[in-house]
């Protein structure tokens, strides 16, 4: 594994991902993609059919799976790291915080119904997770970097910057 990536949804895991691993050569993998084919269904679906807590589960699985397979760049779901076992875990490789502010987040996923956790009042909610989980996010980073107003490719350069 060369590098993992965490954040809050929308922060461009997945692009900056994609960008870092063509920059690296090596392969791109996402838990969340991961869960959608193990499952056959949406992770909205999951959600609703079955409650945050099974997917919580779901994920925990998901991750360890494609941290103990995966060579390359790897992006895990933004709630990944509520895990205290999945933040234990992250501590073995070089971790990659992408982060964005409160109003950065509203603007950028807007009123997203494919985000469960965001279907109700979007900046509310954004402050809330992200006053639960800023230090989570920290506490398992060998770097942060800011995206606020960067480009993919900008932020892609500022990780390689910061390896
Ligand atoms: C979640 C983030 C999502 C997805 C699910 C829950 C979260 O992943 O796993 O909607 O709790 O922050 P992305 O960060 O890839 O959007």
Redesign the pocket.
């Known amino acids: 594994m060369q590098i993992v990536l965490v ?5 461009g ?2 692009t900056v991902g994609r960008l870092l691993a063509e920059r690296l050569d090596c392969a791109y993998r ?1 838990t ?1 993609d991961d ?1 959608v084919a193990e499952q056959g269904r949406t ?2 679906d999951i ?1 609703v059919d079955e409650g945050e807590p099974a ?1 919580r589960a779901v ?1 925990k699985q998901a991750v360890q799976r494609a941290l103990a397979e995966h060579d390359g760049v790897l ?1 895990l ?4 790291i ?1 895990d205290e076992d999945t933040r234990e875990l992250l501590a073995g490789y070089r971790v990659v915080y992408l982060s964005m502010d409160v109003e950065e987040a509203v603007q950028r996923t807007g009123l997203n119904a494919a ?3 965001l279907a109700v009042n979007p900046r509310r909610q954004w402050r809330e ?1 992200m006053e639960a989980r800023r230090h989570l996010y920290t506490e398992v980073a060998d770097a942060v970097v800011a995206t606020d107003g960067r480009t993919p490719e900008e932020v892609t350069q500022a990780v390689l910057d910061a390896l």
Request: hydrophobic share 45%; glycine share 20%.
């Open positions: 954040g809050p949804m929308g922060v895991k997945s996402d969340d869960i992770i909205a959600f997917f994920e992006a779901g933004g709630g990944s509520l985000r469960p956790l997770l």
